[in-house]
Nanobody, 115 residues
């Protein structure tokens, strides 16, 4: 079965950088868009960044210029590089991939930014 496993995250001071990765495994026949979402306590899950198989990217206004989404097609892995972190970036981050026509989610990883 298809699974997504996230790694990275943790605790960082404001202004620092962190990187997240999300690796897919299992029988994968076709790949669609890949996204990173986040959910802060008491808030709805929000789209942070997305990328398509053709390489186009899109970012939430709150992270533009600070976060970068990228993907390694051969490894079926997506990355999120987060720079200039702010306390308001604190949230659980989830990757989402469209694989074999279905949406799959990672288990979520905590990112905490201290002021």
């Amino acid at each position: 079965q298809v699974q997504l496993v996230e790694s990275g995250g943790g605790l960082m001071q404001s202004g620092g950088s962190l990187g997240l990765s999300c690796k897919a495994s299992g029988p994968i026949f076709n790949r669609g868009a890949t996204c990173w979402y986040r959910q802060a306590p008491g808030k709805q899950r929000e789209l942070v960044a997305s990328t398509t198989p053709l390489g186009s990217t899109n970012y939430a206004d709150s992270v533009k210029g600070r976060f970068t989404i990228s993907r390694d097609g051969a490894k079926i892995t997506v990355y999120l590089q987060m720079n200039s972190l702010k306390p308001e970036d604190t949230a659980v981050y989830y990757c989402n991939m469209i694989l074999n026509g279905q949406a799959y989610w990672g288990q979520g990883t905590q990112v905490t930014v201290s002021s």
